[in-house]
């Protein structure tokens, strides 16, 4: 399978969130061409700021492997990852990262810092930024449209 099925499936996951008026952010980890892991933003829902995307995704893969080593795991996430998520990420020890919009206030994959090139970490992970970059940030803007017309 490409990154864009496995990006496709995060993007179902972000319309999940969208649909529970979340901030519209899907993630699903690959491991072996399977699905291991996947969520979507509950930040709101659960009134609780550590529920993004991409820990909902890490804590099912790691249920699912029995280990806190994510290794040769792909992390499909439709928004670059913040500092928490990023941090998760190289902590988790997941092999790649494949994100579709930059998320230009908070990404730390490049947009405001490159948390996976800092020289002192002692986990690489490989990036790939841009898949389905124009329908993940499509939906990122209807989201943020609609929450400020509601707040008119």
């Given at each position: ?139 990122m803007s209807l989201f943020f449209e609609g929450l400020r017309n509601r707040n008119l």
């Amino acid at each position: 399978m490409c990154d864009m099925t496995f990006m496709q499936k995060a993007y179902e996951q972000a319309l999940k969130a969208y649909e529970n008026d979340e901030t519209p952010i899907g993630c699903v980890i690959e491991y072996e061409g399977k699905i291991i892991g996947s969520g979507y933003n509950l930040r709101n829902t659960k009134k609780n700021p550590l529920c993004h995307a991409e820990i909902a995704a890490i804590n099912e893969a790691s249920q699912y492997l029995g280990d806190w080593r994510l290794e040769g795991t792909t992390i499909y996430v439709t928004v670059e990852p913040c500092p928490m998520c990023a941090g998760a990420i190289v902590q988790a020890r997941i092999k790649r990262l494949v994100y579709g919009a930059e998320n230009k206030k908070a990404g730390c994959a490049g947009s405001v810092i490159n948390l996976f090139e800092l020289s002192g970490l002692n986990h690489r992970v490989e990036v790939t930024g841009g898949v389905m970059r124009e329908e993940t940030s499509k939906l990122m803007s209807l989201f943020f449209e609609g929450l400020r017309n509601r707040n008119l």
